[in-house]
Nanobody, 119 residues
Framework: QVQLVESGGGLVQAGGSLRLSCAAS????????MDWYRRAPGKQRELVAA???????NYADSVKGRFTISRDNAKNTLYLQMNSLKPDDTAVYYC?????????????WGQGTQVTVSA
C-alpha cells in the first residue's frame, strides 16, 4: 500500500503564494506519475498539474504561468508552488499517484488540503 500525505494548504490573500507538498510512503515500488487535482465548492474535480518520472509537466490552462509542479524522486515527494493566487483557486487540493506497490499498479489519493484565497 501507498500513503499520500499532503501539507501546506491554508488561507492567503489574493496575489499571495502557497507551496503544497505531498509525501508518498509505504511500499512504493515505482511511481509512474504524480498529479495535483482540486475540487472547488459546487464544481467537479479537475486536474491542476501533472508530472511524470521523466519530468514532463502538464498544467490546466487556468494555472499556467502561476503554478509550478515539481518532484523529488529520491524523497518520493511532490510539490506545487502556487503564485499569484486568485479567489478562483479556492478548493481542496488532492495529491494523486499512479503508483506500483506490491507489483500492482493503481491509483492512490491523499486526504486533501484546503486552500482558501481571499479577495
Amino acid at each position: 500500500q501507498v500513503q499520500l500525505v499532503e501539507s501546506g494548504g491554508g488561507l492567503v490573500q489574493a496575489g499571495g503564494s502557497l507551496r503544497l507538498s505531498c509525501a508518498a510512503s509505504g511500499s512504493v515500488l515505482s511511481i509512474i506519475a504524480m498529479d495535483w487535482y482540486r475540487r472547488a465548492p459546487g464544481k467537479q474535480r479537475e486536474l491542476v498539474a501533472a508530472i511524470t518520472t521523466g519530468g514532463t509537466t502538464n498544467y490546466a490552462d487556468s494555472v499556467k504561468g502561476r503554478f509550478t509542479i515539481s518532484r523529488d524522486n529520491a524523497k518520493n515527494t511532490l510539490y506545487l508552488q502556487m503564485n499569484s493566487l486568485k479567489p478562483d483557486d479556492t478548493a481542496v487540493y488532492y495529491c494523486h499517484c499512479d503508483c506500483v506497490s506490491g507489483y500492482v499498479r493503481r491509483d492512490y489519493w491523499g486526504q486533501g488540503t484546503q486552500v482558501t484565497v481571499s479577495a
